[in-house]
């Protein structure tokens, strides 16, 4: 049984489009439906004080209903705030994707403030024929006012299961006060890391592949200094980007190529980030 503490969503197929049919929302989570411009749902994740706190701890429990489609985005960077006495922001997603269905999870980097403690697992089952595109990444922190690498600590935890296996076990962990990351072998000059996994076995995972591959080709030329890339696709229903970026701007041809991808008729058939940028 699902605890009433924790934050839910359902979106079924109804006819020709998606709709939201359960929503639940714990503070400090808020969750938004915004009109979707095309025939998928829109699920936007916000916060009731800006960002997390120590001490917060969100859980979200995600169903993406067989044939449905679902966009799952934040409003903004997802701020995660100090925490003077070592007490870390935790946030939990479990995801279930049914037969056919398509779900699209793309949040912002998340920007750890200095002396922060971060902790986010995230598990995902996929259905048959079911497609999942997931991003997630953090800044160094707030390069504006002089932060860089300030966190105590960032963990990020994602399986993705298939119905066959799990197909994606991801495990990371950055800690600066014992290993600092401006070293050759980690982050080095740059201060962005924004990762996106695609996961599944059906047309749409073939169509993402096939799209992103092609627009991803031209940028990793030597001459892209501001944006490290890499891409590989290390088992059949799995396709993986890496990236490194000097800064969030620097990662907008990584998002133009995303967005063309999902964009296309057979994936969402419209772009849910056009009113972002």
């Known amino acids: 049984m699902m605890s009433s503490f924790h934050s839910r969503i359902e979106v079924i197929r109804n006819g020709a489009r998606s709709v939201l049919s359960a929503c639940r929302s714990v503070a400090p989570l808020k969750l938004l439906n915004p009109a979707a411009q095309g025939d998928y749902c829109a699920v936007v994740l916000s916060s009731y004080g800006g960002g997390m706190v120590e001490g917060d701890a969100t859980t979200?429990?995600?169903?993406?209903?067989?044939?449905?489609?679902?966009?799952?985005?934040?409003?903004?960077?997802?701020?995660?705030?100090?925490?003077?006495?070592?007490?870390?922001?935790?946030?939990?997603?479990?995801?279930?994707?049914?037969a056919g269905g398509l779900a699209v999870?793309?949040?912002?980097?998340?920007?750890?403030?200095?002396?922060?403690?971060?902790?986010?697992?995230?598990?995902w089952h996929l259905g048959a024929n079911a497609c999942l595109v997931l991003?997630?990444?953090?800044?160094?922190?707030?390069?504006?006012?002089?932060?860089?690498?300030?966190?105590?600590?960032?963990r990020s935890d994602i399986t993705v299961h298939t119905p066959e296996r799990p197909v994606l076990v991801e495990r990371y962990y950055s800690e600066p006060g014992t290993l600092s990351p401006i070293h050759t072998g980690?982050?080095?000059?740059?201060?962005?890391?924004?990762?996106?996994?695609?996961?599944?076995?059906?047309?749409?995972?073939?169509?993402?592949?096939?799209?992103?591959?092609?627009?991803?080709?031209?940028?990793?030329k030597p001459s892209q200094d501001s944006l490290l890339l890499s891409f590989a696709s290390p088992r059949p229903d799995l396709f993986m980007i890496r990236s490194l970026a000097q800064n969030v701007e620097c990662l907008h041809p990584l998002y133009k190529a995303l967005r063309s991808a999902i964009a296309h008729p057979n994936i969402l058939g419209a772009d849910p980030?056009?009113?972002k940028y």
């Open 186 to 220: 980690a982050f080095g000059a740059y201060n962005v890391v924004f990762n996106i996994f695609v996961a599944g076995n059906s047309a749409r995972f073939s169509c993402l592949v096939e799209s992103l591959s092609q627009s991803l080709t031209p940028l990793l």
């Open 60 to 98: 979200l429990c995600v169903r993406c209903g067989e044939g449905a489609a679902l966009y799952l985005g934040t409003q903004a960077f997802t701020k995660v705030y100090k925490s003077p006495n070592s007490i870390p922001c935790k946030q939990i997603i479990s995801g279930e994707v049914e």
């Open 273 to 275: 980030l056009a009113r």
């Open 135 to 154: 991003a997630d990444g953090h800044t160094a922190g707030r390069m504006a006012f002089g932060e860089c690498f300030g966190y105590t600590s960032y």
């Open 105 to 123: 999870v793309l949040p912002d980097p998340v920007v750890p403030y200095s002396r922060s403690v971060f902790e986010q697992a995230q598990t």
